[in-house]
């Protein structure tokens, strides 16, 4: 879903980041450049380094309740996943299987498998007509069902939306931890960073220039 590959990618820039701070042996002269990957790391411990702490405090709270507000919204869209995957399979006799998003999107507007290839046909669309008997059949014993079932899934929707809007959150922090140490130190450096949400997950970019 859209809120892991945004998560992956947050890690994948960390994880770069981590090996940058690891591979550099920190002379003095480059506090300023340790301070500000530690922020881009963990926001709040690049300020602890530079003896900021109160700062440090302010940006590591922000980020715990950033981390705990994307496992509530992780865990949600997975709770409304599992509930409307099982209503379907109770009240449509819907697939048992895992299918793509497209088929759980048809089982919410499209009363049975035979209304559904019936205007498909009628639209010429053969190519998304579905083979009858092969386990991907579904009957909604009743049109009030098939609207709660689609209320789950846009609440599984929205849910994985916001985890995917609070790792853009996480990315802020990291951006605003980095200008902070900027700000204290006083460098010449430029750094960037922005969150991209997209339809199928979102584009993170942390770019720093010495």
């Known amino acids: 879903m859209q809120y892991r590959s945004s998560l992956l990618t947050l890690i994948l820039v960390s994880c770069i980041?981590?090996?940058?701070?690891?591979?550099?042996?920190?002379?003095?002269?480059?506090?300023?450049k340790s301070a500000l990957i530690r922020s881009l790391i963990i926001p709040g411990w690049g300020q602890h380094r530079l003896g900021d702490g109160k700062a440090a405090q302010k940006f590591i709270l922000t980020e715990v309740g950033l981390w705990l507000s994307y496992f509530t919204a992780h865990e949600a869209a997975n709770w409304f996943e599992q509930d409307y995957r099982?209503?379907?399979?109770?009240?449509?006799?819907?697939?048992?299987?895992?299918?793509p998003d497209?088929?759980?999107?048809?089982?919410?507007?499209?009363?049975?498998?035979?209304?559904?290839?019936?205007?498909?046909?009628?639209?010429?669309s053969i190519g998304d007509i579905y083979e009858l008997g092969v386990g991907k059949d579904w009957q909604w014993n009743s049109t009030a069902n098939r609207e709660r079932y689609r209320d789950l899934r846009q609440a599984?929707?929205?849910?994985?939306?916001?985890?995917?809007?609070?790792?853009?959150?996480?990315?802020?922090?990291?951006?605003?931890?980095?200008?902070?140490?900027?700000?204290?130190?006083?460098t010449?450096?430029?750094?960037?960073?922005y969150w991209l949400p997209l339809q199928s997950g979102g584009s993170i970019s942390i770019n720093v220039r010495w």
């Open 86 to 99: 099982a209503f379907a399979i109770l009240h449509a006799g819907a697939s048992q299987d895992r299918e």
């Open 17 to 32: 980041s981590l090996l940058s701070a690891q591979s550099s042996e920190e002379p003095v002269n480059n506090t300023q």
């Open 188 to 193: 010449e450096v430029e750094t960037s960073a």
């Open 156 to 186: 599984s929707l929205l849910a994985a939306k916001a985890a995917s809007f609070i790792v853009g959150s996480m990315v802020v922090n990291r951006a605003v931890a980095a200008i902070h140490i900027l700000v204290l130190t006083r």
């Open 102 to 124: 497209i088929y759980y999107y048809r089982l919410g507007q499209y009363d049975s498998i035979y209304e559904f290839n019936d205007i498909q046909l009628r639209q010429r």
